[in-house]
T-cell receptor, first 110, second 112 residues
Framework: DGGITQSPKYLFRKEGQNVTLSCEQN?????MYWYRQDPGQGLRLIYY???????QKGDIAEGYSVSREKKESFPLTVTSAQKNPTAFYLC?????????FGPGTRLTVL | DQQVKQNSPSLSVQEGRISILNCDYT??????FLWYKKYPAEGPTFLIS?????DKNEDGRFTVFLNKSAKHLSLHIVPSQPGDSAVYFC???????????FGTGTQLKVEL
């Protein structure tokens, strides 16, 4: 049963703490992406990776970091430098243009 | 600079009627366009796509029209059903890459 999993579904963190969001795919896709969704702003690209051990900044990378050590995994770390981290985070993967999305993680900073 | 625009944040349609969702783009390098559907607290799911070499693509109740000269595309849903109520995102990509640029979405509500 192929797909993309994100964990946890809901995440709470205290201001000033780093937190890592998990994204795993078993679709054998080379490319993976992280987006952030805020009300009225659509999906904004944070980071993307076309291949293992390589990744590029998207439109809103400040305050975030990623790694791509395995094809299946693309974790996103939200650092304390991110000024407004409360949002819905979506991970996706793709092979030929069409992107497949995970269920998302709702991060709330208290 | 918003390269993909969905100027209608919301649309309300009666069940059985046609829903028309619109999308405009500014980047003439875009050559592939996609529509995604999203329910609250879930990831978007792919609906339908169209290449710039076509002006129409149809899949069941869903049809996408592309007008390259106007840099405009639209998604038609006929007939509309209550289960179609969701946010619809238009997305575009340029060249051989996989990176998508998304619009801000249109909330469709199909009423009984």
């Amino acid at each position: 049963d192929g797909g993309i999993t994100q964990s946890p579904k809901y995440l709470f963190r205290k201001e000033g703490q780093n937190v890592t969001l998990s994204c795993e795919q078993n679709l054998n896709h080379d490319a993976m992406y992280w987006y952030r969704q805020d009300p009225g702003q659509g999906l904004r690209l944070i980071y993307y990776s076309q291949i293992v051990n390589d990744f590029q900044k998207g439109d809103i990378a400040e305050g975030y970091s990623v790694s791509r050590e395995k094809k299946e995994s693309f974790p996103l770390t939200v650092t304390s430098a991110q000024k407004n981290p409360t949002a819905f985070y979506l991970c996706a993967s793709s092979v030929f243009g069409e992107q497949f999305f995970g269920p998302g993680t709702r991060l709330t900073v208290l | 600079d918003q390269q993909v625009k969905q100027n209608s944040p919301s649309l309300s349609v009666q069940e059985g009627r046609i829903s028309i969702l619109n999308c405009d783009y500014t980047n003439s390098m875009f050559d592939y366009f996609l529509w995604y559907k999203k329910y609250p607290a879930e990831g978007p799911t792919f609906l339908i796509s169209i290449s710039s070499i076509k002006d129409k693509n149809e899949d069941g109740r869903f049809t996408v029209f592309l007008n390259k000269s106007a840099k405009h595309l639209s998604l038609h849903i006929v007939p509309s059903q209550p289960g179609d109520s969701a946010v619809y995102f238009c997305a575009a990509k340029a060249g051989g890459g996989n990176k998508l640029t998304f619009g801000t979405g249109t909330q469709l509500k199909v009423e009984l």
